[in-house]
């Protein structure tokens, strides 16, 4: 690791066991931590403009290199002032390195888990070869033969200007053995090199690097890439790859994979975020999450909702919500549960009216928001163990504890 406050600086304040809260100090503002981190994936929260995330009190979004890349292309989000200025957001961009998209071209098992998929569209592109250099593809744009390799994302991630770049990987899949998880694993750790290599010579220099750990469900490997990536000059550390097919392995892969990690650097675990994943990742010591499924449910009519038993989420189509005059959940602070009804987001989202998606993309946005706001001050008084034990058993975020869980 490396200590360069003049690209990211982190702070944490308070500690409840393994749990932690604190604030990053990036070169676009401050991001309080625990954070849950919306996808922009095409450089937009889906169906919200850039003021409105902002209001919804997030400080940091992750865009989409692989996207961003293939349309609109980052000479030209360069040439018009960065990512930031594009999409008319101030506050912190963190880019992923667009390993995940690419390599989920060729491996297929992740493909229904990629971030801002849309329907058919990875399926038009296609991996032609993947290499010490780097992956050969078929854009899905316009068919083009394209590559993306360490120092072509790290160049692509400093043109667009993020906040937060993170290291050239390759995610293996859950159906991978483990003798491909460990070669992959030892080139994303030479693709790192590169990577830091790239970044100190031409990256922006108040953009932040953060690596990758792999090393699948594999606990050795994961012990392996976790010495070797926090040996890297980075900023931060990201726990990436399949983190195995139930949650109960997922949490083991953390809690074996957390505690190898710097106590002081910024952890965040890649594409987590369901409530129940969040407390048990926070109390685990992991700061930052991001994950499509506060955006991706509500284009299916779903809203998050205190209901462990239904994984946190209810389908407002369902019949039974047609006369419904309660709002989504009730007590929800969002802008959406202040001013409709479940019968009225009933009627948009089946009639796929534009406004249907925005109004749960609110919803779903503002509790994940409260969620970790919760957890953060919940933390501070000491109080997680109850708040995580409340969220579990069915309290809602903005009276886990203050309410008896019900
Ligand atoms: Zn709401």
Redesign the pocket.
Known sequence: MRSDPGRLRFEISAREGAARCGRLHTASGIVETPAFIPLATHGTVRSLASSEVAALGYQLVLANTFHLLLSPGPERISALGGLHRFMGWERAILTDSGGFQVFSLAHGGVADEIKGRRRGQLGQGSVLEIGEDGVRFRSYVDGSERSLGPEDSMAVQAALASDVALAFDECTPYHADRDYTARAMERTHRWLDRCVAWHGRNGPPRQALFGIVQGGVHEDLRRISAERTCAAAIDGIAIGGTLGREKEQMRGVVALTAPRLPEDAPRHLLGIGEPDDLVEGIALGIDLFDCAVPTRLARHGM?LAPLPRSRFRFDVRRAEFAEDAA???EG???????SHSRAYVHYLSRAEELTGVRLLV??NL??LERLVSGARAAIARQRFSDYRAAILSGAAPWAALTERAR
């Open positions: 809203a709002p989504l959940v929800c602070p969002c802008a959406s549960c202040a609110e919803h503002a509790y």
